[in-house]
């Protein structure tokens, strides 16, 4: 018997991996986020499965689920929204499951950032503008922040931000990043990602608050931040230029 926690992706239920859609079809319980975990995903469990949305309960019956699942021998397909690394609470569920000897495994999934990315079209790491991303969010009624993870701190690196579950604590997050990268910085605020009803609004630190507001968007949201978001232009990287050699590409002479 083993727990998979399964990062069902952004959203689109083709965006899941081939193994999380496979482990889901072979479990007889599933447990999943139903408020951020497409219907679709969960349909693919076996017949007759116990497929129970996680949302109304509390860490304790989500582990007393997975005893009972381990009692009668049971996988447990555990499914997350994006990746399960980031933001997906798994950690605590891990440090349970180690001590009542229960074994489990972890399946990536494609996070928000990079679907937002792709959706845009966009590059997140461009030469001689940014070469960082950094993931974080801001602190509202979550767990607070450590110290030195404050958006001030962060912001003095120039990195592409992609700052999670802040969409309700921008102002914030525009006082604590104008100094750093000025008011005219572009942002983009990506909403739900891949579902149907995905949304984008694009601004700058200055006006990116106002216009959130007026397209109501107030959870599900991730707020992109850097230059990279403004079509500035680059320089080509070194990857793909003509003098750039490497053991698969050798030089002129070279063997």
């Given at each position: 018997?083993?727990?998979?926690?399964?990062?069902?992706?952004?959203?689109?239920?083709?965006?899941?991996?081939?193994?999380?859609?496979?482990?889901?079809?072979?479990c007889p319980v599933v447990l999943y986020a139903g408020s951020l975990v497409p219907a679709e995903i969960v349909a693919e469990a076996p017949e007759g499965a116990r497929v129970i949305d996680t949302a109304p309960l509390h860490l304790d019956q989500i582990i007393a689920e997975m005893e009972a699942a381990h009692a009668a021998g049971q996988d447990v397909a555990r499914v997350h929204s994006g990746d399960p690394s980031i933001y997906g609470a798994i950690a605590e569920q891990m440090r349970r499951l180690d001590a009542l000897g229960i074994p489990y495994d972890v399946t990536p999934g494609v996070p928000a950032f990079a679907a937002a990315a792709a959706a845009l079209a966009t590059e997140l790491t461009l030469p001689d503008i940014s070469q960082t991303i950094v993931l974080t969010r801001t602190a509202v009624r979550s767990s607070s922040m450590p110290a030195g993870e404050d958006l001030t701190t962060i912001g003095a690196t120039g990195a592409t931000l992609a700052i999670h579950l802040s969409v309700n604590n921008l102002a914030h997050v525009i006082k604590e990043l104008t100094p750093r990268y000025g008011a005219d910085c572009p942002v983009v605020v990506a909403y739900r990602v891949s579902w149907p009803d995905q949304a984008f609004v694009s601004g700058t630190l200055a006006d990116i608050r106002e216009k959130v507001k007026a397209a109501g968007f107030t959870r599900t949201a991730l707020v992109l931040v850097?230059?990279?978001?403004?079509?500035?232009?680059?320089?080509?990287?070194?990857?793909?230029?003509?003098?750039?050699?490497?053991?698969?590409?050798?030089?002129?002479?070279?063997?």
């Open positions: 018997m083993t727990v998979h926690f399964i990062g069902a992706g952004p959203g689109a239920p083709d965006l899941i991996t081939v193994r999380g859609l496979n482990q889901i079809r072979q850097g230059r990279v978001l403004s079509g500035a232009a680059f320089t080509d990287s070194r990857l793909y230029a003509a003098d750039h050699t490497h053991v698969l590409r050798p030089g002129a002479g070279e063997v």
